[in-house]
């Protein structure tokens, strides 16, 4: 699995897009990359994945670069309830043919504090 | 509902003895991971299995061990040789499309 770096910490306004980045240079053709967030001592709770078409849901955005490089996460209008550790990674899904799971690994994320 | 159950949340252990963290989930899923996290730090993976009966050493396995007899079921065992064992620990699954899915986590802590 590619490995990735997200800044360490961010702050964000209540009301205002919280855009989370993502550096993922190593990234291969079949890998997607994914969004979870860890509120404290919880299970990662997943927000979104993509390939390199940019996605939206009900949580977040996410867009990627054209050359997949990187990515970023998009809370539209943050919360205080946003306020987590945000992990991305890539990983390509799990192979038909061979049955191999990707091994997951994360990093330390990113740290969002969402203040009034 | 489906998901993924670990048990027990908290559970305390004697220095030299080894406890068992018990993972399962009605998913359906091939595919199973550990994780253990300490304060204020990132998810750091310990050991995953693919399939029935097969599990590969993920980053930090020494100390650790897992058998995976059943789909369903992905216990870890916290072995006296691991020498700072308090810590988050967090088992998941994943689908085919590889969407992740965590368990509640499960605290040891250490006497």
């Known amino acids: 699995d590619a490995k990735t770096t997200q800044p360490p910490s961010m702050d964000c306004a209540e009301g205002r897009a919280a855009n989370l980045p993502c550096n993922h240079s190593?990234?291969?053709?079949?890998?997607?990359v994914y969004w979870y967030r860890q509120i404290h001592s919880q299970g990662p709770q997943y927000i979104i994945h993509?390939?390199?078409n940019n996605e939206t849901n009900e949580m977040a955005s996410l867009i990627i670069t054209e050359d997949r490089k990187s990515s970023t996460l998009i809370l539209p209008h943050a919360t205080l309830r946003d306020t987590a550790v945000y992990y991305c990674?890539?990983?390509?899904?799990?192979?038909?043919?061979?049955?191999?799971?990707?091994?997951?690994?994360f990093g330390t994320g990113t740290r969002l504090q969402v203040t009034l | 509902d489906g998901g993924i159950t670990q048990s027990p949340k908290y559970l305390f252990r004697k220095e030299g003895q080894n406890v068992t963290l018990s993972c399962e989930q009605n998913?359906?899923?091939?595919?199973m991971y550990w994780y253990r996290q300490d304060p204020g730090q990132g998810l750091r993976l310990i050991y995953y299995?693919?399939?029935?009966?097969?599990?590969q050493k993920g980053d930090i396995a020494e100390g650790y061990s897992v058998s995976r007899e059943k789909k369903e079921s992905f216990p870890l065992t916290v072995t006296s040789a691991q020498k700072n064992p308090t810590a988050f620990y967090l088992c998941?699954?994943?689908?085919?499309?590889?969407?992740?899915?965590f368990g509640e986590g499960s605290w040891l802590t250490v006497v």
């Open positions: 190593t990234i291969s053709g079949n890998e997607y």
């Open positions: 998913l359906n899923h091939d595919a």
């Open positions: 998941a699954s994943t689908s085919e499309r590889n969407t992740i899915y």
């Open positions: 299995s693919q399939i029935v009966n097969d599990f």
């Open positions: 990674i890539v990983s390509a899904p799990r192979s038909s043919y061979t049955g191999t799971a990707s091994k997951l690994t």
């Open positions: 993509g390939l390199k």
